[in-house]
């Protein structure tokens, strides 16, 4: 059975890459935003995941979801690193 938080959840991530298409022009200036969509992407496969372990395959869909979460962690955290680099560098 789906949980409720975890529906909601991917219904927010759906809706945070809407208004991230929508504001792409603006948000690209933010530093090494590809970075930033690669993170989030991992997020959102990842809650995909954690509603479709419910149908079928949960131990393989359960253990891809939380690789997922894994790489979107690294990944975010290499974001933050490169943002504070080109902040000091501007200074």
Not at 34 to 50: D, E, N, Q, Y
Not at 78 to 90: M, P, R, S
Request: net charge negative; charged share 15%; proline share 1%.
């Amino acid at each position: 059975m789906i949980q409720e938080n975890e529906f909601l959840t991917l219904l927010i991530g759906i809706g945070l890459f809407i208004f991230i298409i929508f504001n792409y022009e603006k948000l690209k200036t933010l530093p090494a935003m590809k970075i930033i969509l690669v993170g989030l992407s991992f997020l959102l496969i990842g809650w995909f995941l954690t509603i479709l372990e419910e149908f079928f395959l949960e131990d393989l869909l359960n253990l891809l979801e939380h690789l997922c979460y894994i790489f979107s962690s690294i990944i975010m955290a290499v974001w933050f690193w490169i943002a504070i680099k080109q902040k000091e560098g501007a200074h």
